[in-house]
């Protein structure tokens, strides 16, 4: 007999699975290993496929929606209050991650589900409410959310003397004399855990660089950084959960759970989709609780290549001649968040090679490079930028890469080193590429040592992409010819954002580089040692044929890549 949905209990999980391998979101070889741990965790496919990381709770709804033809739906389809039922405890509902969507009174009960192939969690709800139940597919995170929610606005009186003691806990003012056994038992809390590895996922799903976790007096607000910009995410965390989700963090970055006084600084090395990924933790105590920023870093993602990055040719020509000098400095500047350490990288990753010895002094170390000695700061036991420094000429490395210049000290000794034969590459935090020079020169470095020793600088600012599904052309204003006219070939029409899925409607997916370049020639050696003014240096690296960021960017625009308004907001235009 073929095997169907009411005769072979392993029906939906094939069809799951068949659903999933047809997407190319999982492989045979993923699968089997998966297979084999839910066996031995005793655990359910569904929660092992998305614990290991192997896929995102989003890819398993769709899989099942798409292999077993059930209805999928949205937290906000949930029910605006909990629907009680008798003998139905929040011990099962937690623990089956399963929530009533109705009172029955249809004569079938919808059911949320997070695994819509647990069929002893559905032949239970029928058991109790004595009602056929009707599946619908929904997010675990949803689920677990809903339920805490829910309950906690409930005078139902259902809640366990277990879970009125947890929120004792988590929610009470003298948090300090709680026992820190108990707040690592509520940290290990699987509704917990899984809520935290789904956010974590669902971040590298969706591009972002940063989680925000920002607490307020009744809940954890969850926010993403995507292509430069936050976003505030359907995965607020209720109160009685704050706390947890909290320690949970601080526990898998190996930070001290019961310190919430001082900021802390870890790092989470967790799998997505059978990759590792890395995520670095930065705490900071405030008003109502600890503030979390997670950034992340997904290596799968970053192509250390000058083409990839959004250099143009012209722009990459000059930037591999300042790299092919056998000495010297070469700064890349711009402000927090412009994608200066990828620059860096993307320089290391031209300049690697067997016959070189490349070593960095980095914190943190963001991407680890094969065949690169990088070192990691350490403040703490006195291991910082300027004493690595030092140590590194004992190492006769060919090329250096100081993660930032920050004081006197750190200038002076890269530059020693840059003078001793030694290439470096450095950042620092300028608007553009000319007041490189003169922030060395505030740091207290002499005219004469930046004149012979900087090879070039570079200024960089990222602005976002219009996304290539759903941009729409426009002929172009007269108003925006004249600005395009005196930088570039003017086209006839530009593009602007419109939105769609894929875009999650912003009308703008993933960043490109706009860049200005300034070579140190002999010319301005000789206005740098004589300290000539930052405009005279400008106005004769403008004859030279450097390029501002804002022409790079109007050239974008002109080639439908970003919008005006991107380029604009980048170089600091209204």
Do not use: W
């Not at 659903?19 to 965790?41: I, M, Q, V, Y």
């Not at 092992?48 to 709770?57: D, F, Q």
């Not at 000098?325 to 990753?349: C, D, E, I, N, R």
Request: aromatic content about 6%; glycine content about 6%.
């Amino acid at each position: 007999m073929e095997a169907n949905e009411d005769t072979d209990p392993e029906f939906k999980v094939n069809k799951l699975t068949k659903a999933l391998l047809t997407r190319g979101l999982l492989n045979a070889d993923a699968l089997s290993r998966a297979n084999r741990t839910a066996t031995e965790a005793g655990e359910r496919l569904c929660s092992t496929l998305t614990r290991l990381g192997l896929v995102s709770e989003h890819d398993v709804a769709d899989a099942l929606s798409e292999g077993l033809g059930f209805d999928r739906i949205a937290a906000s389809q949930f029910p605006p209050a909990f629907i009680p039922f008798p003998n139905l405890n929040l011990q099962f509902l937690r623990s089956a991650r399963v929530l009533p969507l109705d009172d029955g009174s249809s004569g079938t009960l919808g059911l949320a589900m997070a695994d819509v192939t647990d069929d002893e969690a559905v032949y239970a709800m029928e058991f109790v409410t004595k009602l056929p139940i009707l599946r619908k597919i929904a997010l675990p995170t949803d689920i677990e959310n809903a339920i805490e929610v829910l309950l906690a606005e409930s005078d139902t009186g259902e809640r366990t003397k277990e879970s009125i003691e947890e929120v004792d806990i988590l929610s009470s003012a003298k948090f300090a004399t709680v026992d820190i056994d108990r707040l690592r038992e509520a940290a290990s809390d699987a509704p917990v855990i899984r809520l935290v590895n789904s956010i974590l996922s669902r971040a590298v799903d969706e591009r972002a660089s940063d989680i925000h976790f920002e607490p307020k007096s009744d809940q954890l607000v969850v926010r993403f950084r995507i292509d430069g910009y936050l976003r505030v995410q359907d995965l607020s965390v209720p109160l009685r959960q704050r706390d947890a989700v909290v320690s949970r963090i601080k526990l898998i970055a190996g930070l001290d759970i019961a310190e919430r006084r001082l900021p802390q600084d870890g790092r989470i090395a967790h799998p997505v989709r059978g990759k590792e990924i890395d995520f670095r933790v930065a705490t900071v105590p405030t008003t109502f609780g600890e503030s979390i920023v997670v950034r992340v870093l997904d290596r799968s993602q970053v192509q250390l290549d000058f083409d990839a990055l959004g250099f143009d040719p012209d722009t990459i020509s000059k930037l591999k001649a300042m790299l092919s000098q056998p000495h010297g400095l070469v700064l890349v500047t711009g402000p927090t968040g412009s994608g200066k350490t990828t620059t860096l990288y993307a320089a290391l990753a031209y300049l690697n090679r067997p016959s070189r010895k490349l070593m960095t002094i980095e914190d943190p170390i963001e991407y680890y490079l094969d065949g690169v000695q990088q070192v990691q700061v350490q403040a703490a036991i006195g291991l910082t930028f300027e004493r690595a420094l030092r140590s590194f000429l004992r190492h006769n490395p060919n090329i250096v890469m100081v993660g930032e210049i920050r004081d006197q000290e750190t200038a002076q000794v890269a530059i020693q080193v840059a003078l001793t034969g030694h290439l470096v590459l450095s950042t620092l935090h300028t608007n553009d590429a000319v007041s490189g020079v003169t922030r060395l020169l505030d740091m207290g470095i002499e005219d004469y040592l930046i004149a012979s020793t900087c090879c070039g600088i570079v200024a960089q600012r990222l602005v976002r992409k219009l996304c290539r599904h759903c941009r729409r052309e426009r002929p172009i204003s007269c108003s925006e010819g004249d600005r395009l006219s005196k930088n570039v070939t003017t086209p006839a029409t530009i593009f602007e954002p419109y939105g769609c899925d894929n875009c999650d409607f912003t009308g703008y997916s993933g960043r490109t580089t706009i860049l200005e370049v300034l070579p140190i020639t002999e010319q301005l050696r000789e206005l740098i040692s004589r300290r000539a003014s930052t405009a005279e240096i400008f106005r004769i690296a403008k004859a030279n044929g450097m390029r501002t960021m804002l022409e790079a960017g109007l050239a974008k625009v002109a080639e439908g890549i970003t919008t005006f308004d991107e380029v604009f907001a980048a170089v600091g235009i209204s």
